[in-house]
């Protein structure tokens, strides 16, 4: 069956039937991702910075500082 004919037919199905389906993909994907090498948490923690992490007063006061250069240097 062809992927667009698919979804058409899916759409026109009732809400709990749909429901229904996509747990059943759901529970289709969690099982191969399972089976396979590849974790499912394989993408967490990829934008780490490297170095120090600012911490949240020097994040506030990084941010005053540019607001207040945006807005002072329009004067």
Known sequence: MEFNSLVLEIKQLPVMKRLVLIEI???SVRQELGASSVSP???MGMLRPEGVVPTDEELKH??????????NGLK
């Open 25 to 27: 993909i759901a529970e």
């Open 62 to 71: 990084d941010y005053i500082n540019y607001l207040d250069d945006k807005y």
């Open 41 to 43: 948490r394989l993408g």
